[in-house]
């Protein structure tokens, strides 16, 4: 806020006051080297090439769609509400002072939510990435749910241990996850570059400018492409009262890692089409697919592109940290409201880090992981798991893009007209992910039964969040009458 401007109500002040003063028992371990790494490892996945592959020569012209309607709209919108709420919590508490307590619940549980649903999916990502990286004799491990399930369980142990010590050791897991992913986007980017300079590749032009024919297909591919590539900027913010200097350096991370991005994905895409066919595309590791087949032109290559399959390993592990580290803070701070028990909030003596929460959503996840891969192939299942934690990411982003819309009553000034616009455009764009994303992009058994588990997952899950919210109110007006 500026100076001159007249302050917000008395009670926007006083919970943004509260909220602050239960951040000061945390260490401030974030700084915007960290930030800048972790955006840049938690927004460039590694299927989203292979999503945006399908569309094909015009794959360069949807990356620019969707980047000038979703990526620049949704972080113009962070910049903005993180600067008048560095909170701890982020969107959680954005929403719940821009609207209220129950849209804040609400949309915390659905980016809960979206946290189980990408960690259950780790496991099978990382098996893929094995089998690529260790050769055909491994091709069995992503079909193995007893390897998965071990796998998963292995990683999410580890994950409790560094969660409950903090993000003093967190943030390096994320740190080198980072720098293992930027040598491997290089990697797969350099490599079609090095074959057509030495004759291997006949033909290969990074930038096509072909422009996009209009289909329910093409509307579907760049719906994912834009919410679910280019999303993740607000993750960042749940850790604001971690950070140091949040309202400063997490603008100025945004801003940094976005170009960066944008050239990842662009330039990774185009590998990807230059070595893997349509009807082969591998949606869960299409970046060491690439890669094997790019490095069977050179002798020893075949070992470098092993090395580089394995630090998506890295990659993989770095982000589901980043996902589990925001999703014990989200029970967390609704403990602080009372809308969950305290005992979530309670936290470890010696780390500062909400210890009983961390144990609470490393069993919850893998449950989720395991159960998820019952009765469905691994295609099918990576597909069901992504869809439905887009939905959940949908809803919220509905939300974060209705703050500035009509949201914020309790401050005075209204957000600027160019970000008002700038939100309802990523608000459109997001409302059609959540239309369209019920549509499966690989072979599935029965596209009906496909679309069922989704629906009712979502709108059981959120059904379940109400509840859960109600009961809390009640509880928590009883307590005070008494």
Same mark, same amino acid.
């Given at each position: @806020? ?7 109500d ?5 919970e ?6 239960? +951040? ?5 371990e ?5 930030l800048?790494?972790?955006?840049i490892?938690?927004?460039? /996945?590694t299927?989203?090439?292979?999503? &945006? ?6 794959q360069t012209?949807?990356?620019l ?17 993180n ?13 719940k002072?821009?609207? *209220?307590?129950?849209?804040?619940f609400?949309?915390?549980? *659905? ?5 189980i649903?990408?960690?259950a ?7 893929? *990435? ?12 992503p079909?193995s749910r007893?390897?998965?399930s ?17 993000l +003093?050791i967190?943030k ?6 980072a ?6 986007y290089?990697?797969l980017?350099?490599?079609? %570059? ?8 006949p033909?290969?032009?990074p930038?096509?400018w ?9 509307l579907?591919?760049?719906?994912? @492409?834009?919410?679910g ?7 960042i ?6 950070t140091r ?5 997490i603008?100025?991370?945004?801003i940094?890692a ?22 082969e595309?591998?949606?869960i590791?299409? !970046? ?15 070992i470098? &592109?092993? !090395?580089?399959i ?7 592990i770095? !982000? ?18 009372n809308?969950?028990?305290g005992?979530?909030s ?8 909400p ?8 069993i919850v996840?893998?449950? %989720? ?15 069901v798991?992504?869809n439905?934690?887009?939905?959940f990411?949908?809803i ?10 009509c /949201? ?7 957000a ?8 309802a ?19 599935v ?14 709108? /059981?899950?959120?059904?379940l /969040?109400a ?8 509880r928590?007006?009883?307590?005070s009458t008494?």
């Amino acid at each position: @806020m500026r100076s001159d401007e007249p302050p917000p109500d008395r009670g926007f002040l006083e919970e943004e006051h509260r909220v602050k003063s239960h +951040s000061d028992a945390f260490k401030k371990e974030l700084g915007l080297r960290d930030l800048v790494l972790t955006q840049i490892v938690f927004v460039v /996945g590694t299927s989203w090439v292979g999503t &945006a592959a399908k569309l094909g020569p015009s794959q360069t012209a949807y990356w620019l769609f969707a980047i000038l309607l979703f990526y620049l709209p949704i972080a113009a919108v962070i910049i903005y509400l993180n600067r008048i709420m560095p909170l701890e919590g982020g969107l959680y508490q954005w929403a719940k002072l821009g609207f *209220n307590e129950f849209t804040g619940f609400i949309v915390a549980w *659905n980016l809960w939510l979206l946290g189980i649903s990408v960690m259950a999916g780790t496991g099978l990502v990382i098996a893929t *990435n094995l089998s690529y990286a260790l050769g055909p004799a491994a091709a069995w491990l992503p079909a193995s749910r007893l390897f998965v399930s071990a796998l998963n369980g292995l990683l999410f142990a580890a994950l409790i241990l560094v969660t409950i010590r903090g993000l +003093s050791i967190g943030k390096w897991v994320h740190n080198v996850g980072a720098i293992l992913l930027l040598i491997t986007y290089g990697t797969l980017i350099a490599l079609p %570059f090095i074959a057509r300079a030495t004759g291997k590749l006949p033909d290969y032009h990074p930038i096509v400018w072909a422009l996009p024919t209009v289909s329910l297909f093409g509307l579907n591919i760049f719906s994912k @492409m834009a919410l679910g590539a280019l999303s993740g900027f607000e993750y960042i913010a749940i850790l604001a009262g971690e950070t140091r200097a949040p309202v400063k350096n997490i603008g100025r991370s945004v801003i940094i890692a976005a170009p960066i991005i944008a050239l990842m994905f662009i330039l990774g895409t185009s590998s990807v089409m230059a070595y893997t066919r349509f009807a082969e595309l591998d949606l869960i590791g299409p !970046v060491p697919q690439a890669l094997s087949a790019g490095a069977r032109a050179f002798g020893a290559g075949a070992i470098v &592109a092993s !090395v580089a399959i394995l630090m998506l390993v890295g990659r993989s592990i770095a !982000v589901v940290s980043i996902y589990f580290i925001g999703n014990t803070r989200l029970p967390m701070v609704a403990g602080w409201d009372n809308l969950l028990p305290g005992w979530f909030s309670r936290l470890h003596r010696r780390h500062k880090t909400p210890v009983n929460s961390v144990l609470f959503v490393g069993i919850v996840t893998l449950i %989720f992981a395991i159960v998820s891969q019952l009765g469905v192939g691994a295609q099918e299942a990576f597909q069901v798991i992504d869809n439905a934690a887009g939905i959940f990411y949908g809803i919220a982003y509905l939300a974060l893009f209705a703050i500035p819309i009509c /949201g914020l009553r309790a401050l005075p000034v209204r957000a600027p007209l160019w970000l008002r616009i700038a939100a309802a455009i990523g608000f459109l764009v997001t409302l059609l992910y959540i239309v369209l994303t019920i549509v499966p992009i690989v072979h599935v058994e029965s596209r009906a039964a496909f679309a069922t588990k989704i629906i009712v997952a979502t709108l /059981g899950a959120n059904l379940l /969040g109400a509840l859960i919210f109600v009961a809390a109110r009640r509880r928590r007006q009883a307590a005070s009458t008494s």
